[in-house]
């Protein structure tokens, strides 16, 4: 089992909610286990968070994902550069 979860890197305000709510959904017990692939979108755009800084503002470093296999794809769903490569993962 899968979850792919998109975060708008351009969007630095919602990132706290974004977080918020992805570690809402993954206490779920039917998700126990899932692998969880994070769509980093608008990577296009100018001003536009790394990888690194979405991992950091997501905390998936923290206890909770220590468990969990998971990874952070960059992309821009405008150019469909690095789609594919997540999608593969």
Known sequence: ????????SADVRR?????????SLLQ???LAGASLLILAN?????????????????????E?????HWSIQPCSAV???GLVDGVNW
């Open 15 to 23: 990132l706290e909610d974004c977080r918020d709510e992805l570690h």
């Open 42 to 62: 608008k990577q296009d755009l100018a001003g536009a968070l790394s990888a690194e800084s979405i991992a950091e503002a997501l905390e998936l470093n923290s």
């Open 1 to 8: 089992d899968g979850v792919i979860w998109v975060v708008d």
């Open 28 to 30: 779920q017990e039917k």
């Open 79 to 81: 150019t469909g550069e």
């Open 64 to 68: 909770a994902f220590h468990n969990r």
